[in-house]
C-alpha cells in the first residue's frame, strides 16, 4: 500500500510544478534585483547626506558663517539629498563695490549666527553661509538676483518659496528681526547676544558733561535759557530732521548713496517708495529750510 502511494504523490508534485507559469522565475529575480538596488541608493543617499552633515558641522566649528562659491553652493544648498536648513546671505563686501549697507548687514548677520553657534540649543538642523558676488557671480546670475545684501532661507525640502526671502526693506536687518523671521520659517529659536557696547553711554556722559560745564560756567547768566527764539530754532531744526526721514536713515541704516557696480553709476534718491538713501534727507532738509 505504502509502495503505491509514493508514485501517486510523486505524480501530482509534478502536475503542480507544471501549472507555475513560465515567467515568474524571471520576474521574480527581477524583481529582487531592484529591491537590492533600491537598498543600495537609499544607503548611497544616507552616506552622501551624512558625509554633507559632517562637513558643514567641521566648518560650523571654525566660524559661524563660511563662506560659499557657486560648487559649494549647488552642492550643500540645492542638490539632496538634504534634510537642514540653510540661511544664506547674498552680499557683496569687497571695497570696490562701496556697500556700505552690506558691512551693516554683514555685521548683524554675525551677531545672529554666533547668537546660534553658541547657544545650548546648537545642532545640525540649521546653518548659516554666505555667498558674496565677486566669488558666486554665477549663483546670483542662477537665482536672477540684481541687488545686496539678501536674506534667503533654504528648506530642508522643497524650493524656497516667497517668505523664503526676508523683507529687508519693510522690516530692517536687525540681529532681532531676522531671528524673529528664522523662527517662523524653521521653528528655531535663537536668542540673540550682542556684544557690550558702551558708545552709546560715554556719548551721553560727554554730552551731560558738556552742558553742566556750561551751565556752571554762565551761573551768573542765564537768561539764554528762556530765550524763547533759541528754543524756538532748536525746535525747528528737530522738526526739519524728522521730516525729512532722518530717523528713518537712524533705524534702517541705509547707505548714503548708491553706486551700479555694472555702468559705475551713483543714485542719490532711491528708485523704490520702500527705501531711501542718506543723501535724501539731506536734500529734502535744504528744500524745506
Known sequence: MGARGAPSRR?????????????SFPFLLLLLLLCIQLGGGQKKKENLLAEKVEQLMEWSSRRSIFRM?????????????????MIVMFTALQPQRQCSVCRQA???FQILANSWRYSSAFCNKLFFSMVDYDEGTDVFQ??????????????????????????????????EQLAKWIADRTDVHI?????PNYSGTIALALLVSLVGGLLYLRRNNLEFIYNKTGWAMVSLCIVFAMTSGQMWNHIRG???????????QVSYIHGSSQAQFVAESH??????A
Do not use: C, W
Request: proline share 12%; net charge positive; hydrophobic share 30%.
Open 142 to 175: 542662477q537665482l536672477n538676483m540684481n541687488s545686496a545684501p539678501t536674506f534667503m532661507h533654504f528648506p530642508p525640502k522643497g524650493r524656497p518659496k516667497r517668505a523664503d526671502t526676508f523683507d529687508l526693506q519693510r522690516i530692517g536687518f536687525a540681529a
Open 106 to 108: 554683514n555685521e548683524e
Open 69 to 85: 562659491n557657486g560648487d559649494k553652493f549647488r552642492k550643500f544648498i540645492k542638490a539632496p539629498p538634504r534634510n537642514y536648513s
Open 254 to 264: 541705509p547707505p548714503y548713496a548708491h553706486k551700479n557696480p555694472h555702468n559705475g
Open 191 to 195: 536668542r540673540v547676544f550682542r556684544p
Open 11 to 23: 505524480r501530482q508534485a509534478g502536475r503542480r510544478l507544471r501549472y507555475l507559469p513560465t515567467g
Open 283 to 288: 536734500i529734502i532738509l535744504v528744500l524745506t
